[in-house]
């Protein structure tokens, strides 16, 4: 006998949560990386570096060892996996990855930097640090010529009256036991379709000034944040057949209920800071610190509770991470230069007071964690000396598993299908190639990065005066 799991609750919620349990956002693992073709070729290993144009953003502390007006611009394209768990019985979950990509090559950054004298740089820009736009199905798949299913939504066996969750030869064992065919239920995941747009955008103003060896600075950012992310879910009979809508739920950043497609963006001013020592021209150390904006992204839901008219679930926050990094710069011969980061990220944001679309996960309370991690970046370059100086590049780093997850008790039918949308992440270790030509006032750089569910290409220029 199959039950369906996770039914819409729409009771309001304090207006501290910070983010929703809906099927679109599960299985994310958001990157937010240094600007520039530069630094991506070089693993994004960047901080201690920061002696280019993009530094407005990496580590505006940087922008002082520039001694004449730059203006840089870059374009990004990427493709990126968001996996669902798709089949199987629990705890052995299939889980398929669906694509998420730019649909063109887009100017990611573009910066301008004036320097004042010695001591004194001045500089605006625009960033897109995020973008993810992308869709997903968990609904069974069907033999094209027999018609016969192939695979069904992941499911799970049940004891009810000893809350444990069990595979199907126990839970067979438990019925027989009992002498009651419902002392164990198979239950599966209501079959799904989901779809995201989310996007980032910041203007930034930097300055920085220069004191002996060390320097400093800071950007003040406006930041855009638009997001929108559905999930349609469908009825199913018994022989797979998805018959009628069950319920939708939405996270938007606007009242779809008010402005129906259009789907406009919330806005913030945050403050990132970093730091320079110099020592000598062969070393030299940075360290950062960006603030995360805070965006409202409201949720709504409708079934036929609500005559599949939304209503508003929660008023849910959508916290962009904090990031802190300190970054080292060795360049042993004037050839070569070396570049080690550490770039801690506070992906727990994104679960402050999380906000359950479902009643018997919201009264489990605290059970959705997201890892803060700390990545390491490790890049380096080589300037051969030929008339037109030309650089290859080459980096690697380690992004740990930090999407949310479920971590609460496994007592209830609901609880164990949260733990199939919501599993623990993966790790993902990521190889980088850059090359680059330099002129006296002209440097284009192209950088290639992967792993094994991210790509993403650059091609970046900056022109001197």
């Known amino acids: 006998m199959r039950k369906f799991c996770i039914l819409i609750a729409l009771i309001a919620l304090p207006a501290a949560a910070q983010n929703t349990d809906i099927e679109s956002l599960s299985g994310l693992q958001f990157n937010f990386g240094n600007p520039g073709a530069r630094s991506l070729g070089m693993g994004g290993a960047f901080l201690g570096l920061a002696d280019d144009a993009s530094a407005v953003e990496a580590n505006p502390a940087g922008l002082t060892i520039l001694r004449k007006p730059e203006v840089s611009i ?22 398929t990855a669906f694509t998420h990509y730019s649909q063109r090559v887009d100017v990611t950054f573009a910066s301008v930097v004036f320097p004042i004298k010695d001591r004194f740089t001045l500089g605006a820009y625009y960033h897109e640090p995020l973008r993810n736009e992308g ?21 799970f066996f049940f004891i009810t009256d000893k809350k444990q969750v069990v595979d ?20 599966g995941l209501i079959p799904f ?20 060896k060390f320097s400093f600075g800071a950007t003040a950012r406006y930041q855009r944040f ?51 020592w110099a020592p000598t021209d062969k070393f030299s150390v940075g360290a950062v610190y960006k603030q995360g904006g805070k965006f409202a992204a409201p949720t709504l839901a409708a079934n036929e509770n609500t005559d599949f008219e939304f209503e508003k679930v929660a008023d849910t926050i959508f916290h962009i991470p904090d990031v802190y ?16 980061d550490a770039v801690h990220v506070t992906y727990s944001n994104l679960v402050d007071n999380f906000a359950s679309i479902n009643q018997a996960i919201r009264d489990l309370g605290d ?66 190639v850059g090359v680059g030509l330099a002129w006296p006032r002209f440097q284009i750089d192209a950088a290639y990065d992967r792993s094994e569910h991210f790509r993403v290409g650059s091609i970046s220029m900056v022109t001197r005066f």
């Open 367 to 432: 059970v959705h964690h997201a890892n803060d991690v700390t990545e390491l970046h490790l890049g380096g370059e080589y300037f051969f000396s030929t008339k037109i100086p030309l650089a290859f590049r080459a980096g690697y780093w380690r992004d740990p598993a930090h999407s949310v997850e479920f971590r609460g008790p496994l007592t209830s039918p609901d609880a164990v299908t949260e733990a199939i949308l919501y599993p623990k992440g993966e790790a993902a270790n990521h190889i980088s």
């Open 74 to 95: 870059e374009g990004r394209n990427f493709e990126e996996q968001q996996l669902f768990s798709t089949s199987g019985t629990f705890p052995e979950v299939n889980r």
């Open 226 to 276: 638009r997001e929108q992310a559905l999930t349609i879910r469908f009825i199913q009979d018994d022989f797979g057949n998805l018959v009628a809508f069950h319920s939708f739920a939405v996270q938007a950043t606007s009242d779809i209920r008010e402005r129906g497609d259009r789907v406009t963006g919330q806005t913030d001013v945050t403050f990132a800071g970093g730091m320079k």
């Open 168 to 187: 199907e030869k126990a839970c067979i064992a438990e019925r027989v036991a009992t002498k009651n065919p419902l002392a164990c239920l198979n239950y």
């Open 193 to 212: 379709v989901s779809a995201l747009q989310v996007q980032e955008q910041t203007l930034g103003l930097s300055g920085a000034f220069k004191v002996g």
């Open 325 to 340: 990094g300190l970054g080292f710069s060795f360049r042993p011969i004037p050839a070569v230069t070396l570049n080690l």
């Open 135 to 155: 869709a997903g199905t968990v609904i069974p798949t069907k033999n094209d010529l027999t018609g016969g299913l192939e695979t069904t939504v992941p499911d």
